[in-house]
């Protein structure tokens, strides 16, 4: 993600990550230099102009899916602690993409590289960078939160609709906002306004504060914070907890198939109501691997930011671009997992948006066979 202000002479771009706002300085003139040019920093120039056409397109396409994702998954016939918890995922989804999409289309299309940015637009950039991070974090806590429910419904099947309850879904989801929230507070106080001087111009920017030890200090503790407790502790979670369900996936089918040598009406619901659960696992399994092969790289990137000097502005920062394209499409993937993995959504999302429609496809044709049937009795 990168903000950039130009005064004609010097060009300063602030180069950070959606999920982890941790803005660097950086000379973007002398970094676009052919002679003094890396690899990394040719590639970022070249895929920011790519980032500015798909990432808005991503966020429109990934903003309607989640809200699709909320109408069906909020219906009466719908409603389990799991949907609880893919409910106020999409939301947090959904408000990462609402966020990311006026920053986009600010700081890649409007404000570019050629034109300046005035204070409105560096007071929005201050909020988004807040705000990206804290909605984006509770997506990853709820995605932990969502494996761990599923890990203990088919570890523990008889007490587990009692151990994770909806009250129990809510109450998570209340906790993990709250404690979210609280962890994001030193890089919500990280930021400041900076400003310079083009003739009677001014132009503004965030950048993140080190005026003192102590923000020194803070600067340093956010980056190890965003590494290990918002990416990589969660991801280390969510991967033994993949390893798990599938573990229990694989026991539940041989326990399944013993029940279908027994030839009676019982072991066949019994059977269902394994293949069912299996199918539900499997599609939240899907979800989980896909937050970890997202977040894990930039996990382990911040983490390198916050230990090895000029990591941050030399490796991390040419690659935010190409890691926010990964993370919106992260955000916006979940309908199509759940169209094609569940059909008991599915058949909800049919039922709610497309029963007209074939209802009147259905009359149609009927009219259209009527009409033929009368014509060949005429005919006659």
């Known amino acids: 993600m990168a903000y950039t202000i130009n005064n004609m002479t010097l060009t300063s771009l602030v180069s950070f990550s959606m999920t982890s706002v941790s803005p660097t300085p950086v000379d973007f ?28 397109i991503i966020c429109v396409l990934g903003i309607i899916a989640n809200c699709l994702n909320i109408v069906v998954l909020t219906r009466k016939n719908m409603i389990s602690p799991t949907n609880v918890l893919l409910t106020w995922l999409a939301i947090s989804d959904g408000l990462t993409m609402m966020a990311y999409l006026p920053y986009v289309i600010l700081n890649y299309h409007i404000y570019s590289l050629n034109s300046a940015g005035p204070l409105s637009n560096a007071r929005f950039i201050m909020f988004f960078a807040i705000f990206s991070v804290i909605v984006h974090s509770i997506s990853i806590w709820l995605t932990v939160s969502l494996a761990v429910f599923r890990y203990v419904f088919i570890r523990y099947p008889r007490r587990g609709a009692k151990l994770c309850s909806i009250y129990r879904a809510k109450l998570t989801v209340f906790i993990v906002c709250v404690v979210v929230t609280l962890v994001c507070i030193p890089n919500s106080v990280s930021y400041t306004f900076h400003k310079t001087q083009s003739g009677n111009t001014t132009y503004w920017y965030i950048d993140v504060r080190q005026d003192t030890p102590g923000y020194k200090f803070l600067k340093n503790f956010n980056l190890w914070i965003q590494a290990i407790l918002v990416k990589l502790l969660p991801c280390l979670l969510l991967a033994v907890l993949s390893i798990l369900l599938i573990k229990q996936m694989k026991d539940a089918e041989k326990r399944r198939k013993k029940l279908m040598n027994n030839s009676n009406s019982k072991a066949e619901d019994d059977s269902r109501r394994h293949r ?16 970890v092969l997202t977040e894990t790289p930039q996990g382990i990137l911040q983490l390198l930011g916050g230990i090895i000097d000029r990591f941050f502005s030399e490796v991390y920062g040419p690659l935010g671009d190409l890691m926010d394209t990964l993370a919106l499409f992260n955000n916006g993937i979940n309908f199509v997992l759940y169209c094609t993995m569940s059909k008991h959504f599915r058949d909800t999302f049919i039922k709610i948006f497309l029963s007209d429609i074939i209802k009147t496809s259905g009359n149609r044709s009927d009219t259209q066979l009527m009409t033929a049937r009368a014509t060949r009795v005429s005919e006659v």
Do not use: W
């Open 276 to 291: 069912k659960t299996n199918r539900t696992t499997k599609m939240l399994v899907t979800v989980v691997v896909l937050f």
């Open 29 to 56: 003139h002398n970094a676009t230099n052919e002679e003094s040019q890396t690899d990394l920093q040719r590639f970022q120039y070249a895929y920011r102009h790519i980032h500015g056409i798909a990432a808005p």
